[in-house]
């Protein structure tokens, strides 16, 4: 069946620095691609998404590129922020009706 | 983007009690709902699945009697714990799909934190 794998965490990065979360996943068709972020004691908020393969998805300086051809879809911002902070998790979805396949998530911690 | 409302977002109750959670779409119609439950620092693991005016379809080792989901319109689907144990204590998420924008996209409620004394 359909897996994401994205990388353990917890990640701690100072305020300004540069922020990657891999994710790869496997999956017979050609899903859309999520990234959804959850702050403490909340539920999940979509941050970005892709639906087809180079698509780059974007939002709050955060981007990742549905790669392909690496199966990939790194997440990535230039200038993380201490309201950055929070646990990411990476999904794909073959459609509207089928769930959402996450991966362990990737908890992010920035200090000042 | 739609919205999805859950209700309660937190609940405490005791051990034998029953406590039913509310997932709501708001402004769009929501044709399929999805029941996760989240244990600490650990991923989201779907419990079922469930098309409005049908069984839910649960997912292998979620005990259907003990997490009763009902969707019995658009636009509410409930899940009922019964006779909760404290090892049913958990985060609770639901999800909607079925929006007019964006049928590839689930959206989600905001939780509930279940905690049985």
């Known amino acids: 069946g359909d897996s994401v794998t994205q990388m353990e965490g917890p990640v701690t990065l100072s305020e300004e620095a540069f922020l990657t979360i891999n994710c790869t996943y496997t999956?017979?068709?050609?899903?859309?691609l999520f990234w959804y972020v959850q702050y403490p004691g909340e539920g999940l908020q979509l941050l970005l998404k892709?639906?087809?393969?180079?698509d780059k998805g974007s939002n709050k300086g955060f981007e990742a590129t549905y790669r392909k051809e690496t199966t990939s879809f790194h997440l990535e911002k230039g200038s993380v922020q201490v309201s950055d902070s929070a646990v990411y998790f990476c999904a794909l979805s073959d459609s509207g009706n089928t769930p959402l396949v996450f991966g362990k998530g990737t908890r992010l911690s920035v200090i000042a | 983007g739609a919205v999805v409302s859950q209700h309660p977002s937190r609940v405490i109750c005791k051990s034998g009690t029953s406590v039913k959670i509310e997932c709501r779409s708001l402004?769009?119609?929501?044709?399929?709902m999805f029941w996760y439950r989240q244990f600490p620092k650990k991923s989201l693991m779907l419990m079922a699945t469930?098309?409005?005016?049908?069984?839910?379809?649960?997912e292998q080792g979620v005990e259907k009697d003990k997490f009763l989901i009902n969707h019995a319109s658009l636009t509410l689907s409930t899940l009922t714990v019964t006779s909760a144990h404290p090892e049913d204590s958990s985060f609770y998420i639901c999800?909607?799909?079925?929006?007019?924008?964006?049928?590839?996209?689930?959206?989600f409620g905001q939780g509930t934190r279940l905690t049985v004394v």
């Open positions: 402004d769009f119609q929501a044709t399929t």
């Open positions: 892709a639906t087809k393969a180079d």
């Open positions: 999800s909607a799909s079925g929006a007019g924008e964006g049928t590839d996209e689930a959206f």
């Open positions: 469930s098309n409005e005016g049908s069984k839910a379809t649960y």
């Open positions: 999956a017979t068709g050609y899903p859309s």
